[in-house]
């Protein structure tokens, strides 16, 4: 009887070496993107934080 553990370690093994990595180019520019992305979207919820924060202050003066 095969160990499980051994055989579900060889099984992901074999299962990494099919996988296509990334190009070390492809992962700069898509890191890129997401952390372009991420910095744009914080910024427009920060002013939209702000612009809503304003509106009630006035609301509530």
């Known amino acids: 009887m095969k ?6 370690i060889k099984e992901v093994r074999n ?3 099919k996988v ?3 190009t070390k180019k492809e992962t700069v520019r ?3 993107i997401v952390v372009v992305v991420s910095v744009v979207v914080a ?3 920060g ?8 509106v009630l202050k006035l609301i509530l003066k």
């Open 15 to 17: 299962e990494l070496f």
């Open 20 to 22: 296509s990595w990334p």
């Open 3 to 8: 160990n499980p553990v051994l055989s579900y």
């Open 47 to 54: 002013a939209l934080d702000f612009v809503f924060s304003l």
């Open 43 to 45: 910024a427009y919820l």
């Open 30 to 32: 898509l890191t890129t």
